[in-house]
Every structure is written in C-alpha cells, then in structure tokens.
C-alpha cells in the first residue's frame, strides 16, 4: 500500500514563525501535492510538484512556499505565519503527470494551528 | 475556471435509509473520482468513473458518471454507521497537467 506520512498530526506555532511541514512518500510517485482544507472551502491546492526541484503554483501560493530536493519528500514552508493560515494541510503523491486517472494518495493531514 | 457543486452539503440519516449526493458542473470532465474521508484522516480514493454513463458498483455504493461527463453521483443503499465521513468528488482538470479540481463535499453522520 502507498504510504504518504506527514511529519505532524498537530502543530502550535506563532505569528511571523517560519514553519516547515514535512511530506515523504514511499511508492516512488512523480507527482506530489500541498492542499490546505478549511470548513465550507473545501480542499485547495497550494503548491504541487511534478518532479525533483521543480515547483508550480496551485490556486493560492501566496505566503507559501515549497521545496522537493528528493522525488520522496516535498516539504511546504511558511515564510511568516499568520493567523489565517492556521488550518487542516493535506499533503498528496500520484503517479507521472498525463495520467488523469491516477489517483492522488493522502496523508493523514497535519492541524496547524497559529496564535 | 472548471467548478464542481457538490450537494447537498450536510446529511444527517438513520442506519438503514438510503441516500443519493449530486456532483455536478457546466464543465466536461475527463474522469471523476469520489474520495470519502473519515475524521482524522485524509481522503481515500473510492473509485473513478471515465466513460460518459458509467455506472460502477463498490459493494452497497453505486456510482454514476452523467452521459455529457459533466455530473456524477453516489448512491448508497442501506446506510450504516460505518459510511460516516465526508464525500468529495473531484474531476481532473484539463488545463492543467492532471491536478484535481475538488468539490466542497457532502459531510453524511449516519446515526445507529
């Protein structure tokens, strides 16, 4: 079975912290993903990542960032924490990119909350 | 911008009712996927539909893709306390290089 292991499953951090979410994924997917899941929003994608050192944004980037140096692990970085991003972060692995089948394998999500 | 409405977007049921929740967008999609995820935990895949009327069968739930690939929806028959969790559809997004569009999904509590 695919296993997609998140660093935390809780998380209290402080306004302007930088905070670091750690992704490894064990079935040597290409393709991984950083949603964040907040109530009557749904899941949103904020950075996903086709394969090593590449990079692309999602649908809200902003005060996030990413890194992917190994194809296993895709961590996702807050620059400077705010209050408005404490919330549910999924983290996703799939196979290679043109395979629109292929589904997406989640973590069990980390609680981030900032105060 | 491809959207998917999910509905409705809250069931609350008895054991043994069943029960149907809609998918639905104006745009084509190439396949969708229904992923449920219980409390705690992340979404689980459920199964993916790509032909236009497929209909696909897991056990006590049913799964229907719309003729036109624009709408899809899950029955259940004879719900249990088990099936409680939140249902979320998700269609691949063609402008994209395969990222998942999602619906905002339909959190069911199946009571005993």
């Known amino acids: 079975d695919v296993k997609v292991t998140q660093s935390s499953r809780y998380l209290v951090k402080r306004t302007g912290e930088k905070v670091f979410l750690e992704c490894v994924q064990d079935?040597?997917?290409?393709?991984m993903f950083w949603y964040r899941q907040d109530p009557g929003l749904g899941l949103r994608l904020i950075y996903f990542?086709?394969?090593?050192?590449?990079?692309e944004k999602g649908d809200i980037p902003e005060g996030y960032s990413v890194s992917r140096e190994k194809k296993e692990r895709f961590s996702l970085i807050l620059e400077s924490a705010s209050t408005n991003q404490t919330s549910m972060y999924l983290c996703?692995?799939?196979?290679?990119?043109?395979?629109?089948?292929?589904?997406?394998?989640f973590g069990d999500g980390t609680r981030l909350s900032i105060l | 911008t491809q959207l998917l409405e999910q509905s409705p977007q809250f069931l609350s049921i008895q054991e043994g009712e069943n029960l149907t929740v809609y998918c639905n967008s104006s745009?084509?999609?190439?396949?969708l996927q229904w992923y449920r995820q219980e409390p705690g935990e992340g979404p689980v895949l459920l199964v993916t539909?790509?032909?236009?009327?497929e209909v696909k069968k897991l056990k006590r739930l049913t799964f229907q893709f719309g003729d036109a690939r624009k709408d899809s929806s899950l029955h259940i028959t004879a719900a249990q306390p088990g099936d409680t969790g939140l249902y979320l559809c998700?269609?691949?997004?063609?402008?994209?290089?395969?990222?998942?569009?999602f619906g905002k999904g339909t959190k069911l509590s199946v009571k005993p």
């Open positions: 990542s086709y394969d090593v050192k590449m990079k």
């Open positions: 079935m040597d997917h290409e393709n």
């Open positions: 745009s084509v999609f190439s396949s």
């Open positions: 998700a269609g691949v997004d063609g402008g994209s290089q395969g990222n998942l569009i």
């Open positions: 539909v790509v032909t236009g009327g």
């Open positions: 996703a692995s799939s196979f290679e990119a043109g395979v629109s089948e292929q589904p997406q394998h």
